[in-house]
C-alpha cells in the first residue's frame, strides 16, 4: 500500500472547504488513503507574515470570486460565511478527540460536517454548542464533544499540529503533501492528480 | 470578433513568463486575440500590501518548486534567474515602445524575448545594452529602443499602464481578464480555457 496523501487543510478555510470535496476522489482514483489534518492557519500565517486572503482588497475580492466560480464548476454547494473568521479552535480541538475516538474516519465526517454547516449554512463553528451537536452527528459523544472544546490536551494536539505543519513547509491552505510533493490550493489539485497518475514528471 | 482577453503580466514574474508561453495557445482556441499588457509588478504588490512570493520564507520555497514542476509539465525551458529581482523599468519601457512602432505583434516578440533570456538564459534584463540587442532581433531600431530606456512618455505609459492594472483589480501576475472575468495565476490558465470553451458558468 503505498504511503497515505497528507491533506493539510483549516477548518475556517474556503478553498480548504472545495478541496475537502474532491481530495477523497483523487486518492480513490490512485489507490491511496487521504489523511485528514486541519491545523491552525491563523497561526502559520503569521508565522509566515501573510494576513488571509480576504485582508486584502484586490486579492481578496478576487479570491470571493473565485472560490464562488470553483464551487460552481464541480457543482459543491458554497456561500461565504458571514461573518467570516470564527475562530476554529474549538472545532479544531473537538476533530482531534473524534480521531482519538473513531480515528480518521470520524475526524474527517466531523471536519466535512463543520465546513459544511459554515460554508453552506452559515453555522456559527465557533459555538460549542453547535460543535457538538454536529459531533454528535457524526457518532461522538455529546460530552466527550463538549468536554474537548477547551481540553488542554486537545488543544496541544492541535498546536502540534500546526507547529508540524509549519515544519513541514505549509504556510496556507490547503496543501496536498504526497510522497515528500507539495501542492498548494484547490488550485493545484488537477495536478496533483496528474502527478499520482503519471508517477511524477 | 469577440472582445480580446487581456494577460496582465509582468516581465519579471517566472509565472507570467510560464503564463505567456501558453496563453496565445488558449486565445487561438476560442477565436480571441490576447493583448498583453506589462506592468510593474513591484508597485501593484505595495500598494496591496503584499511582498514578491520568493520573499516568504515557506510561500517562497515552494512558488519555486511549483514554478520549476509547471515548466517541466509543460516542456517549457526555464531556470529560476540568479539574481532574482531585476529591475524592469527599463523593459517594460522599451516594451511601450515596441508597441508604439509595432503594434501589439512587435511588443509580444520584445517580452517574450525579455522573459526567454531572464528565465532561461539567466541575462542580465535590467541591463540597457542586453535589451537593446533583443529589441534590434524583434526589428525595433536600436536608437528607438536605447532611447526608450528612460523616455518620460514611455515611462509614463508604463506608470499608466500599472496605475490601470490596480483599477482593474490586479495586484500579482499574470492576471488574465476575458468579458470581465479575471483569472489569476498560471494554475487557472486551465479553467480560463474551460470558460473560454462553456461560455462560462
Chains 1, 2 share one sequence.
Not at 500500500?1 to 491533506?7: E, T
Request: with cysteine.
Amino acid at each position: 500500500m503505498p504511503d497515505a496523501i497528507d491533506f493539510w487543510f483549516a477548518l475556517g478555510s474556503p478553498a480548504s472547504y472545495l478541496a475537502s470535496l474532491r481530495i477523497e476522489d483523487v486518492g480513490a482514483r490512485h489507490g491511496r488513503a487521504v489523511r485528514w489534518r486541519p491545523f491552525n492557519i491563523r497561526q502559520t500565517l503569521e508565522a509566515e507574515g501573510v494576513k488571509p486572503n480576504v485582508m486584502y482588497p484586490r486579492k481578496g475580492a478576487y479570491a470571493r470570486h473565485d472560490w464562488e466560480r470553483a464551487a460552481r464548476l464541480h457543482g459543491h454547494p458554497f456561500r461565504m460565511p458571514d461573518p467570516f473568521g470564527r475562530s476554529t479552535v474549538a472545532a479544531m480541538a473537538i476533530a482531534y478527540r473524534a480521531e482519538t475516538v473513531g480515528g480518521q474516519p470520524m475526524l474527517k465526517a466531523f471536519c466535512a460536517d463543520v465546513m459544511a454547516a459554515y460554508f453552506v449554512e452559515n453555522a456559527a463553528i465557533d459555538d460549542v454548542d453547535v460543535l457538538t451537536g454536529l459531533a454528535e452527528g457524526c457518532g461522538l459523544g455529546g460530552d466527550l464533544a463538549r468536554s474537548a472544546a477547551d481540553d488542554p490536551e486537545m488543544l496541544e494536539m492541535s498546536a502540534t499540529a500546526t507547529r508540524t505543519a509549519l515544519d513541514e513547509g505549509v504556510w496556507g491552505a490547503p496543501m496536498t503533501i504526497v510522497d515528500g510533493e507539495a501542492f498548494w490550493g484547490e488550485d493545484r489539485i488537477d495536478q496533483l492528480d496528474l502527478w499520482l497518475e503519471r508517477g511524477g514528471w
